[in-house]
């Protein structure tokens, strides 16, 4: 018998109820262990019921779980600041506090304009974005994402925004090496500026590695270092969402640092307080804050923003990765799990791609490797392999959508803590789950 339920989220699909976490395993009411083979929606970067995180919450619950930040200064938001802006590239040593992923990105974007403003550059307005990405529910940041069946309903509401194509480049045929290609894409770049009008255009925004909307898309290293020269000759601000990719999910504590990259405003949530209280960061160059707070204040806030319970679970949560090197484990397990990954290749001929960097992983399924033409919709693969795994106690995250195009790709990305013994146990389950769908 169902229970009516007065709570609703995307759909009526029935889900376990969950009882309790520990490390990385997940138990619902009825005693069955999950093993969290992506972290939720890639947060929970340190494992549950972690004690090091409940012990300073605790703390700092028995003190004020909220001071109003036009009230009061607090001493855990303004720690976790100092954390955050330690961990950031050379000059982005500015934080502002949010609640989560959507809110970072509205700040990053609010941020460059008032900064823009501040330097007379009142016709910039314009945020490219990429296609496929997802940057956010909230309509600022819904403009941006470049995820058809999640935007179109709301079009006539929100201010277009030009997009280019995300570097899908497992899916070209042209001869080029990688090098090219990455400059191939990031051309693309350039080009959109100048069709836009470079004076309109304020900022671009990308996130390093594809989150949801491509599979942990990867590009070729050369398109990251020539798409920050591209925004320096134009004059415009490079955003990075490191919403799903910071906090050392990618085996960087930012993902920026596996190309040098310094950025003007990145993006930080999910990872960056693991699960344990709504918390996201903006975190801005110096001298562009300094700019906007001279020129009479950053026109942007939220009521719960910084608030000294969350930023107290957050400053634990920089600890822990730090005195555990969890970015360090994420780089060597991300390697280890990889290679499994791409060991099932041999085995299911129906696995095309496997990619991604550090924990964040995924495959994806093809009807053809040489064609890389994907699965019929009516398999429904994507929903398929979910429910085999869930069956079997492994929880993997899928999407359908692939560089514009339908496709089934699936994110394998467990808590950073995770063991190797824990990673055969992933791989078993997860094998086990792909040979019953193949039957
Ligand atoms: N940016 C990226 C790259 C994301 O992956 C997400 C969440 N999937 C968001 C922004 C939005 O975060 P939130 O759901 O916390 O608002």
């Given at each position: ?20 976490g520990?490390?990385?395993?997940l ?9 969290d083979?992506?972290s939720g929606a890639m947060v929970s970067n340190i494992g549950h019921s972690n004690?090091?995180v ?46 989560g ?146 906090a ?21 949530s999910k990872g960056f307080a693991a699960g344990y209280a709504p918390l ?30 969350a930023?107290?679970a957050g400053?634990?949560v ?97 808590p ?24």
């Amino acid at each position: 018998m169902t229970v009516m339920s007065h709570l609703f989220y995307q759909s009526r699909q029935p889900r376990p109820t969950l009882d309790y976490g520990k490390g990385i395993y997940l138990y619902d009411t009825d005693g069955k262990r999950y093993i969290d083979g992506s972290s939720g929606a890639m947060v929970s970067n340190i494992g549950h019921s972690n004690p090091r995180v409940l012990d300073a919450m605790k703390a700092q619950m028995d003190k004020a779980t909220f001071g109003y930040r036009l009230h009061f200064q607090t001493e855990p938001s303004e720690r976790l600041a100092a954390k955050t802006a330690a961990l950031m590239p050379k000059g982005l040593d500015r934080v502002f506090f949010v609640s989560g992923g959507s809110e970072a990105v509205e700040s990053a974007i609010k941020m460059a304009r008032q900064y823009a403003l501040t330097q007379g550059q009142d016709s910039r307005w314009k945020v490219i974005s990429r296609h496929p990405s997802y940057h956010g529910s909230t309509l600022g940041a819904l403009a941006l994402t470049g995820y058809d069946p999640l935007t179109k309903p709301f079009a006539p509401m929100m201010r277009e925004m030009p997009k280019i194509a995300a570097p899908t480049c497992y899916l070209d045929t042209d001869n080029l090496d990688d090098d090219q290609r990455g400059l191939k894409y990031a051309e693309m770049l350039r080009e959109e500026i100048i069709a836009q009008g470079p004076e309109s255009v304020l900022a671009f925004i990308m996130e390093p590695v594809g989150g949801a909307s491509t599979g942990a898309l990867v590009a070729p290293d050369s398109y990251y270092a020539r798409i920050r020269e591209i925004c320096d000759e134009f004059g415009i601000l490079l955003i990075y969402d490191e919403v799903m990719t910071g906090a050392g999910r990618t085996g960087k504590f930012i993902a920026a640092e596996h190309w040098g990259i310094t950025p003007d405003i990145i993006a930080l949530s999910k990872g960056f307080a693991a699960g344990y209280a709504p918390l996201g960061a903006m975190v801005a160059r110096g001298d562009m804050v300094e700019a906007v707070l001279d020129a009479g204040g950053f026109l942007h806030g939220y009521t719960y923003a910084g608030n000294p319970l969350a930023c107290a679970a957050g400053c634990a949560v920089l600890d822990e990765i730090a005195s555990q090197d969890l970015v360090g484990n994420s780089a060597a397990m991300g390697d280890l799990l990889k290679a499994r990954l791409t060991g099932l290749m041999d085995r299911f001929p129906f696995i095309g791609d496997v990619r991604g960097l550090g924990l964040l992983l995924a495959f994806e399924l093809v009807s053809d490797r040489k064609t890389m033409a994907p699965l019929p919709k009516e398999l429904n693969a994507y929903n398929r392999l979910v429910d085999l795994a869930y069956e079997r106690g492994l929880i993997i995250y899928s999407r359908r959508t692939r560089g514009g195009l339908e496709g089934d790709h699936f994110l394998v990305a467990p808590p950073l803590i995770v063991t190797e013994a824990q990673i055969d146990e992933i791989m078993a389950t997860l094998t086990d789950s792909l040979e019953a769908m193949a039957r």
